[in-house]
C-alpha cells in the first residue's frame, strides 16, 4: 500500500488532543466549513489535561481540527498542499505554551477515490448504486479500505470525500520526506485499517 492514515495516538504518549476556539468566532460548527476561512482568523488550543509535554508534529483535537508543526507546514507547503494555515496558539491544560509553534490545516483537499467494488464498508449495495445513482451516501461504516490509486495524482496530503473517516492520508513518498526531517508522525497503512 501506497498510503497512511495519519493518527492523533502515539504509542507511549497516547491520544493527543484538546479544544479549539477561533477568533473571531465561527458562527457554525468548525466541520461544517466548507470554504477558506476569514484572512486574519487565528485559533487557540488548550490541550487535554492528559497531554503533558507535546513533541509530535501532528494531531487532532476534539472540535476536528488538525495542527500540524511549523516543520510539517514548510514541508506541505513545498509539496503545494492546498491547506490553508492558520495561525494557531498551543497550550497544555495549565495555561502554559507549548515548546513548538503550531498551525491549524484548514480545507484539506477531499478526493474521490474510495474504491466501492474492493473495499468493505456497511449497507455496500445501497452505498454502490448511490454513486451511480445519485444523491450519493456517505460510507458510515469501514471495516477494510482500498483506494483508487491511480486517481490520486499528484496529492501528497487529503481527505476521502464521502467516507465518514475524519483521517488525513498522505502517501508513502512523503511520508518519507517526513520520516527524513525527522518529523514525529504516527501512520497506519490505509490497506491495513480495521475499524
Partial sequence: MNYFFLESQYPRRGFISGGT?????????????????????TAEVELL????????????????????????????EEAKTNAQFIPTTVCYHDGRSVEKTYWLAHQ????????????????????????????????KVVSRIC????????????????????????????YEVCRKHRLNLNVTEVGNLSI
Avoid at 23 to 37: C, G, H, K, S
Avoid at 119 to 137: F, H, N, T
Avoid at 150 to 174: A, T
Wanted: net charge negative; no cysteine.
Fill in 21 to 41: 476556539t477561533f477568533t473571531p468566532q465561527l458562527d457554525m460548527n468548525y466541520l461544517a466549513i466548507e470554504n477558506p476561512l476569514p484572512e486574519g482568523t
Fill in 147 to 174: 483506494l483508487h490509486e491511480e486517481r490520486i495524482g499528484e496529492h501528497e496530503f487529503f481527505m476521502l470525500y464521502y467516507i465518514n473517516i475524519f483521517k488525513p492520508i498522505v502517501s508513502k513518498d512523503f
Fill in 108 to 139: 484539506l483537499d477531499r478526493l474521490d477515490v474510495f474504491d466501492y467494488e474492493r473495499s468493505e464498508y456497511g449497507r455496500k449495495a445501497v452505498i454502490a448504486v448511490s454513486v451511480q445513482q445519485p444523491p450519493r451516501k456517505n460510507v
Fill in 49 to 76: 489535561s492528559t497531554v503533558r509535554n507535546l513533541k509530535v508534529d501532528y494531531f487532532e483535537t476534539i472540535t476536528g481540527t488538525r495542527l500540524v508543526s511549523d516543520r510539517f507546514k514548510t514541508l506541505l
